[in-house]
């Protein structure tokens, strides 16, 4: 009955293991955006920020 046990043990570590493998995988993939593509995300939020302020009346000094 212990062996049984330590079988079944040993599959679940094995199986954390490999979901953690599997999710870091998948985060790596999400965030692997070149120089280009962050470039234009930051240029795009900057725009909307501009008229987010143009909007509300606030202009800097």
């Known amino acids: 009955m212990r062996?049984?046990?330590k079988w079944l043990g040993l599959a679940g570590?094995?199986?954390v293991a490999a979901g953690g493998v599997l999710v870091?995988?998948?985060q790596r993939q999400r965030n692997s955006?070149?120089?280009d593509d962050?470039?234009?995300r930051l240029h795009r939020r900057h725009a909307e920020?501009?008229?987010r302020d143009a909007a509300d009346g606030?202009?800097?000094p």
Do not use: I, L
């Open 3 to 5: 062996r049984a046990w």
């Open 13 to 15: 570590a094995v199986g």
């Open 24 to 26: 870091a995988r998948d």
């Open 33 to 35: 955006y070149s120089a």
């Open 38 to 40: 962050v470039r234009e």
């Open 49 to 51: 920020a501009g008229v």
């Open 58 to 60: 606030d202009e800097d």
